[in-house]
């Protein structure tokens, strides 16, 4: 269901007035995508399954207990995977993967955001 003119013009206050108030934030929201977070996840989770087999190679033969701590690490870190995959769902491999681009290099390709910011502008026109 479409916002009425109402709606875009709140909204255009509310995105106006947080640009002002905490432009870095305002920043971060425009350049990380929905995937940003669990990819990250799903990335230390790799490096600490990676780490905890390190441990359990390296120290199984010389203390079992280091070395069962190692297994605990890899488990813990294959759930984190597991979760966090389930998380991102239907996402492609460049959504989360690929680096948020900055404000100058959206030039040529312009994102969602910036895509419904420039909707928003126009219906905003519009009503005035």
């Known amino acids: 269901m479409p916002l009425s003119e109402h709606e875009q013009r709140i909204l255009a206050e509310l995105e106006e007035s947080l640009s002002k108030q905490d432009p870095r934030f305002a920043k971060s929201v425009r350049t990380t995508n929905v995937y940003a977070h669990g990819g990250r996840r799903v990335r ?11 441990i359990l190679v390296l120290t199984f033969s010389y203390s079992v207990i280091i ?3 190692g297994v605990a690490l890899m488990f813990v870190s294959a759930v ?10 239907r996402a492609s491999w460049q959504d ?19 895509s419904l910011r420039e909707w928003l502008s126009r219906q905003r026109r519009k009503g005035e």
């Open 96 to 114: 989360f993967t690929r680096a948020p681009r900055s404000d100058e290099a959206r030039g040529a390709h312009p994102s969602r955001a910036g």
């Open 44 to 54: 230390w989770g790799v490096a600490g399954f990676v780490a905890g087999l390190a």
């Open 80 to 89: 984190v995977v597991e979760r966090n995959a389930r998380l991102i769902g």
């Open 67 to 69: 070395g069962l701590l």
